[in-house]
């Protein structure tokens, strides 16, 4: 496992692309619960859609490679996301976990302990 790289006060690690957008009422109750502890990697663009998305302001982490994207992923106390790279990265690592999927094609369920499917 790399290097972890920690965020002081956000242990919780956000990436949601444009594609396999299932949920949006889970993430309404995880960003009211845990919000101001949320940070958030990917690129700008996602960034600026989940902000408009949710209507609330997430901290933002750029990282400049994969490496960089993975040690912030090890770093982080809960990985929430759906289908995308730093997904799988969290998946790699077996970090706990909340997934939002899409009910038609449930392709990226793995049956494991501290994952939740949303």
């Not at 502890?37 to 960034?47: A, R």
């Not at 790699?92 to 939002?100: F, G």
């Amino acid at each position: 496992m790399p290097d972890a790289i920690s965020i002081p006060g956000k242990p919780y690690v956000i990436n949601r692309t444009a594609r396999m957008l299932g949920n949006h009422r889970a993430w309404d109750g995880m960003l009211r619960e845990r919000g101001d502890q949320c940070v958030f990697v990917g690129l700008p663009k996602e960034h600026e859609i989940f902000e408009y998305a949710f209507e609330r302001q997430v901290a933002y982490r750029a990282t400049g490679d994969i490496l960089e994207l993975a040690r912030v992923i090890a770093g982080c106390v809960q990985f929430m996301g759906n289908a995308s790279l730093a997904h799988g990265i969290a998946e790699a690592m077996k970090k706990p976990m909340i997934v939002e999927i899409d009910r038609v094609v449930c392709a990226i369920m793995f049956e494991r302990e501290n994952v939740q499917y949303v």
